[in-house]
């Protein structure tokens, strides 16, 4: 049953990336860094891992095989994700400046940068690789810190995950690009022209697919799947690694045939909790990539690339924000709006990486580019994650000085964070206990939000309402539970209530929970559960009451 | 990624099969992984084998995170007796079997320990599917279950290092005792620091768990012993409350995606049994299905369950589980277990996990227990009495509420509970008051009251168009407003719990809303003053 060695080689790339993240987390150092450096340490420097082969190859076998398989399938569910995030809603909420910034940052920086590459002595190809590879930001670290500053929802936070879902079009247009540019190896014009036109019109073929599976055949049977939360996750799964087939049968990259099944699941209402299911599984594999990522880096070209490397990642902290707070400021934003997203955007994004692994797959550029890559990768990540973290302070530095005066832009109107939710009641699990209370709570004023897995059972229910599983502690969140002023639970499920109990005691919320049997009832009240609902008992009580009373049962 | 690809198709068919026919999964993925095989789809061996080994990592890494002692209750030390009691039993059955077959004496070991791996998935699925799971039998199945997986991890740890000659069974017995004490320690404090006090993320805390399954996985391999051992008690060092809450909410996409995938993995690697074997083996399913439970059902009575837990719990006990196929894959990796022997266990398993939901259900239960002999009432009741249907939980507390009116009778098919009734004085009558001659015996048209306890509402709704022919009025207790409206349509009266559930809530709210007011108020006046 399989190669132990591959479970060492697994289980030496996750120890160490743990014990990194938890040595390092003081240092506010972003995991992707940490990955990296994991895979570096058990590959160049200490040779515990050799995974040589891997990188970039379909056709590896062993060991390398097998890691490069869960590195495809962690960008697979990547991609997979981001198709997933881009409902109607989102286009419209950030579309327009969205869309103007990210195509201006990314043409400018795109022409800029491809100047200076050739500055350095590098070919026409190596060139458009690199200056499209310093284009784009990290879709993860953005996401993650300032999720982690709970501003996602600012101005500035909405811009700057607008126009990393425009870089994200970008890419996918890139990566069928590199298809197409790859498909035969060196190729003459009239060829590669064919290949790019193949592919763009195995991507049209694709979208066109992929919209009418959207609007016409996926939403029946993914609503019957919602009732059964692992064949939603495993539904899902099939559709991304079918899209993914399907993709590689037409000269496309899997990542292209992953972003657009997610992009055809995204309009779905089952789709956000789809994506909480899927953070895990991705967090995972993602991790491998980045390890198997560093394991892979020629230090020794690493250290020939240094310089023209070291002024790339200058170019890209310093152009690449003065372009977008220019865009924005001209688009009719606050500086203080515009200066926040320009600096959030500071760093180069895995989806580099993943364009320089897909390019090397394909002949069109060798280890070398691949360690510039990684070295303005990873000396913009860092020093961009520290930025977004003190970007307050920073701002008020900036600002201080009045540098910032010469945009003219206009009066701040945009920085206020808007008012969230508090005061309100959850109610978890939308059986028939749940609905009423719901109805009950709402019916007497109170603002309620409901939660269940199952999207058919918060039909018709007044109130705001949440598709997912309580287990997962963002459900809670999106449901704003820290500021609610109580927490309900119908659920007859014992482990979910205790840990809802749990939850409610460390936010310091009252809750009422269902005490559905008798053998769960010490286990709520050691929880501190403020009301234990006891059905069965009220509902006996009502029962015996009625036998006894002397009015005739007839 | 074709071969990820066809597996996660045939995992996805797996679960709509099984959500459509309301049965576990597990079969219909094996069957589903076997097709693959069958019509020659194109499976990269290299990916099925690795695939299959992290698969089964998750898998009993998962097993491990359920073991939550809280979960079992009273039932601990009478769930392991069971436990161990039922590896005497599997031997019993088994080794003759075996030896008739002519196998090596490790591999018999392996068959044995693989036939004794329940399945705790199936019992754990379908006990909630009922709802089922918070009863006296759902706490004793689910404890067995536990103290089983317990057993036959350790066992199998110990056994592959007493087989291989190649690793020292003195280090692999320390490792194992250590791998104990370890999980012990990574329960008590390690994880709780990490995972309650640190503060991490998601990441930092998805990390730290599976490092903790690689961590435990690695030292196992080192010490020879089957990284599977390791993984299993890396998940029960996670399974303690809060943190094993925490970490589901980290991993469970992680068990959904590779317990399918285990099984239909599984699936891929079997091969079609010969007509002789496939009539020993179907022998041999049918021998385990009837004699462990007869076996069995003794010492679980013994636990103060009723006949009809008791052999839902027995029936819930009896399947081969993911357990079983884990030991037979590490069987095959130590070269004691062949090809043929892993497609046997795997049809014994598939077969078992599917009866298994059938074979405990509330129908089957209920007729067996019928056709178990009791002496019959030799009186008859008042007339002017109250019935209650259905002698369980809640019919407890009716009886101890009104088990001082000389006008109650009972009438429940358990032949232990009407006994116990008629020992304690109280007029029971065992059957289905469907029949005529209970109904006649239990003189339902004079009776004042009818109460009906039965969770099932088919059950209610059979009771109301006898009794509304009869003429007597039913009380029958039910959970939602659409039942309610069924019964109500029928002339019974209902009891909504969730009504009264509601009600009880809303006035709890109300008043603790205003108590918090009168607080208010008073804390305002105080400070004016």
């Known amino acids: 049953m399989g190669d132990p060695e591959f479970l060492e080689t697994l289980g030496l790339m996750i120890v160490l990336s743990a014990v990194l993240l938890v040595v390092a987390r003081r240092l506010s150092v972003p995991s992707i860094v940490l990955f990296i450096l994991a895979g570096l340490i058990l590959g160049p420097i200490l040779g515990l891992i050799d995974l040589t082969a891997a990188f970039g190859a379909h056709h590896a076998t062993g060991v390398s095989g097998a890691i490069a398989l869960m590195s495809e399938l962690g960008i697979a569910l990547l991609l997979f994700l981001v198709g997933l995030e881009l409902s109607l809603e989102r286009v419209k909420d950030v579309g327009k400046v969205a869309v103007l910034a990210g195509i201006g940052q990314v043409s400018v920086t795109a022409g800029l940068g491809f100047g200076l590459v050739l500055a350095f002595g590098f070919s026409m190809v190596e060139a458009a690789m690199l200056a499209t590879a310093l284009t784009f930001s990290s879709t993860v670290v953005v996401v993650k810190l300032v999720g982690q500053k709970k501003e996602t929802d600012s101005v500035y936070g909405q811009i700057a995950v607008g126009v990393l879902l425009v870089q994200d079009v970008v890419v996918i247009i890139a990566l069928t690009l590199v298809a197409g540019l790859g498909g035969k190896g060196a190729a003459s014009g009239e060829e590669m022209a064919l290949d790019i036109a193949q592919a763009f019109g195995g991507m049209a073929l694709m979208v066109v697919g992929s919209l009418i599976a959207s609007r016409f055949i996926l939403p029946k049977p993914f609503d019957w799947a919602a009732r059964r939360p692992e064949m939603l996750l495993m539904w899902s799964l099939a559709l991304c690694f079918g899209y993914v087939v399907i993709a590689q049968s037409l000269g496309l990259s899997p990542e292209i045939g992953a972003f657009l099944a997610g992009m055809s ?290 | 990624m074709l071969s990820l690809g066809l597996l996660v198709v045939a995992a996805g068919v797996a679960l709509g099969i099984a959500q459509r026919l309301a049965l576990p999964v597990a079969p219909f993925a094996v069957a589903t992984g076997f097709v693959l095989r069958a019509i020659g789809a194109p499976l990269d061996s290299d990916f099925v084998t690795d695939g299959l080994l992290l698969a089964a990592t998750f898998l009993v890494f998962t097993v491990g995170t359920e073991i939550d002692r809280r979960h079992v209750h009273r039932f601990r030390w009478r769930a392991t007796l069971i436990a161990l009691f039922q590896f005497v039993v599997v031997a019993i059955i088994a080794v003759p079997w075996a030896l008739y077959l002519g196998l090596r004496p490790w591999t018999i070991v392996f068959l044995v320990l693989a036939l004794v791996g329940g399945s705790t998935f199936v019992a754990v699925e379908v006990l909630r599917r009922r709802q089922h799971f918070f009863q006296a039998s759902g706490r004793l199945a689910t404890g067995v279950s536990i103290a089983q997986d317990l057993l036959v991890v350790t066992i199998l740890a110990a056994i592959v290092s007493t087989a291989d000659p190649e690793v020292s069974t003195a280090l692999s017995l320390t490792t194992l005792a250590l791998l104990w004490f370890l999980s012990w320690i990574v329960m008590k404090w390690a994880a709780p620091y990490m995972m309650l006090r640190m503060e991490l993320d998601d990441e930092e805390r998805l990390l730290f768990a599976i490092a903790v399954l690689f961590g435990f996985a690695g030292v196992a391999h080192i010490a020879g012993l089957p990284p599977l051992a390791g993984a299993f008690f890396a998940g029960a060092a996670l399974s303690r409350f809060p943190v094993s809450g925490l970490v589901r909410g980290h991993v469970t996409s992680f068990s959904d995606f590779f317990v399918v995938l285990f099984f239909t993995t599984i699936g891929t690697m079997l091969v079609i049994p010969s007509r002789v074997e496939l009539v020993t083996e179907v022998l041999f399913i049918v021998g385990l299905m009837v004699l462990r439970p ?81 002496r019959a009432a030799d009186e008859s009741p008042h007339a002017g009495h ?109 009891i909504t719990e969730v009504d009264v559930a509601h009600d009880a809530f809303l006035s709890w709210y109300r008043a603790s809303k205003s108590g918090q007011a009168a607080d208010a108020v008073q804390d305002d006046g105080g400070s004016q003053e």
Not at chain 2, 429 to 443: K, L, N, Q
């Open chain 2, 386 to 494: 109250i019935i209650l249907i259905g002698y369980g939980e809640s019919g407890e507390t009716i009886v101890e509420d009104l088990g001082s009116d000389d006008d109650l009778v009972v009438v429940d098919v358990d032949p232990v509970v009407v006994e116990q009734l008629n020992e304690r004085g109280i007029f029971a009558i065992r059957g289905d008051i469907s029949e005529p001659r209970i109904a006649t015996m239990a003189r339902v048209p004079e009776a004042r009251a009818i109460i009906s306890t039965a969770p099932n509402i088919d059950d209610n709704l059979g009771l109301l168009r006898l009794s509304r022919a009869e003429g007597a009025p039913v009380l029958v207790r039910v959970f939602s407003e659409h039942d309610a409206q069924a019964v109500g349509a029928l002339g019974g009266q209902p």
């Open chain 2, 294 to 374: 007869a076996l069995l059902l003794p010492v679980v009575r013994r636990s103060g369950l009723t006949l009809r837990a008791s052999l839902e719990t027995v029936m819930l006990l009896s399947p081969v589980g993911e357990l079983g196929l884990i030991v037979a894959l590490v069987g095959m990796q130590y070269g004691h277990i062949g090809v043929a022997q892993l497609s046997a266990i795997a049809l014994v398993s598939v077969v078992t996990m599917t009866l298994v939901p059938w074979l405990s259900s509330p129908r089957v239960t209920r007729a067996v227990a019928a056709r178990y002999p009791t």
């Open chain 1, 265 to 554: 699941l995204a309009q779905l209402h089952v789709a956000h909790d789809l994506t909480r299911r899927l953070q895990s599984l991705k967090n995972f594999f993602i991790a491998i990539f980045f390890v198997t990522l560093g394991a892979q880096m020629q230090l020794s070209e690493a250290g020939n690339q240094v310089l023209p490397a070291l002024a790339l990642a200058a170019f890209v902290m310093v152009i690449k924000p003065i372009l977008l707070i220019v865009i924005i400021t001209r688009l009719g934003y606050s500086q203080e709006t515009a200066f926040k997203s320009g600096l959030t955007l500071a760093q180069i994004s895995e989806f580099s990486f993943i364009l320089a692994a897909v390019g090397m797959s394909a002949g069109l550029i060798g280890e070398d580019i691949l360690a510039v890559i990684a070295i303005v990768g990873l000396t913009t990540i860092v020093i961009s994650s520290y930025l977004i973290i003190h970007l307050d302070r920073l701002y008020e530095f900036v600002d201080g000085t009045g540098v910032l005066g010469i945009l003219r832009a206009p009066a701040p109107w945009d920085t206020s964070v808007e008012e969230k939710p508090k005061d309100h009641i959850i109610v978890v699990g939308m059986n028939t206990l749940g609905r009423e209370i719901v109805r009950g709570l709402a019916a007497r004023g109170f603002d309620v939000v409901a939660i269940d897995t199952d999207p058919v059972k918060l039909r018709d229910l007044p109130g705001r309402s949440i598709v997912g599983n309580v287990g997962y502690i963002q459900v809670l969140e999106e449901a704003d539970f820290d500021r609610a002023q109580m927490i309900v639970s119908a659920l007859q499920i014992e482990d979910t209530n205790n840990l809802l109990a749990y939850y409610a005691r460390q936010a310091e919320i009252p809750c009422a929970i269902h005490g559905f049997d008798v053998t769960v009832m010490d286990d709520l009240r050691a929880l501190d559960v403020a009301y234990v609902i006891d059905s069965k008992d009220v509902g006996m009580a009502r029962l015996i009451e009625r036998v006894l009373s002397p009015e005739p049962l007839r």
